[in-house]
């Protein structure tokens, strides 16, 4: 169980449901299973002391720990760093350094639809699966999400544990293409692409 996988739910608006979907024990077990050892949720600002309760309610009494062995984590103030039923989670609000943290410690992102968090995940070849934030206003997130997922370069899902499973599955057993990490007319033409669809 050496893999991590990172849980972002971006920087301007939290998203609840992401948190507690992922916390669900039936995910954390899925995980396990998959060989995942280390949960990382970027959970947002103002969210810690609902992330240690989310975690609480969901798996049980925890342990706190002071380090997660991840540089570019264990520099982060008020990192939540937390050994439960067999599987780490660290917890944070925020990091100007994600991407770094994704291209050399991820193997799989679990993000909500923002597409800042989208590309910072496809501009470093990890598997992504993004969940629509449905309590948003208007619908950019699932356009945004339908657009990337017909491109094959994620899979999309909604906020429940049922649909997540399937995902987790999916990303065993499937494929996705990957970009170019620079700047390049095909990475161009994709944007374009979501954009005018």
Not at 28 to 54: A, C, M, N
Not at 59 to 85: A, H, P, Q, R, Y
Request: aromatic share 6%; net charge negative.
């Amino acid at each position: 169980m050496n893999n991590t996988v990172l849980v972002t739910c971006g920087a301007t608006v939290s998203f609840p449901r992401l948190v507690e979907t992922v916390l669900d024990r039936s995910v954390t077990e899925k995980l396990k299973v998959l060989g995942y050892g280390r949960i990382v949720i970027q959970y947002g600002r103002g969210f810690s002391d609902t992330f240690l309760q989310l975690v609480e309610k969901h798996l049980g009494l925890f342990t706190e720990k002071k380090s997660c062995g991840i540089k570019v984590l264990d520099k982060i103030e008020n990192l939540k760093v937390i050994s439960v039923d067999g599987i780490e989670i660290c917890g944070f609000e925020f990091s100007h350094d994600i991407e770094k943290l994704i291209a050399n410690n991820i193997d799989l992102v679990i993000s909500h639809a923002g597409t800042g968090s989208i590309l910072d995940s496809l501009r470093v070849g990890k598997k992504l699966i993004v969940v629509v934030n449905d309590t948003l206003m208007d619908n950019h997130q699932q356009l945004i999400a339908d657009k990337f997922e017909q491109q094959k370069l994620l899979w999309s899902v909604h906020a429940n544990t049922e649909e997540l499973l399937r995902a987790l599955d999916r990303s065993e057993n499937e494929e996705l293409l990957k970009i170019d990490n620079t700047y390049n007319k095909q990475f161009e033409k994709l944007l374009y692409n979501v954009a005018i669809d």
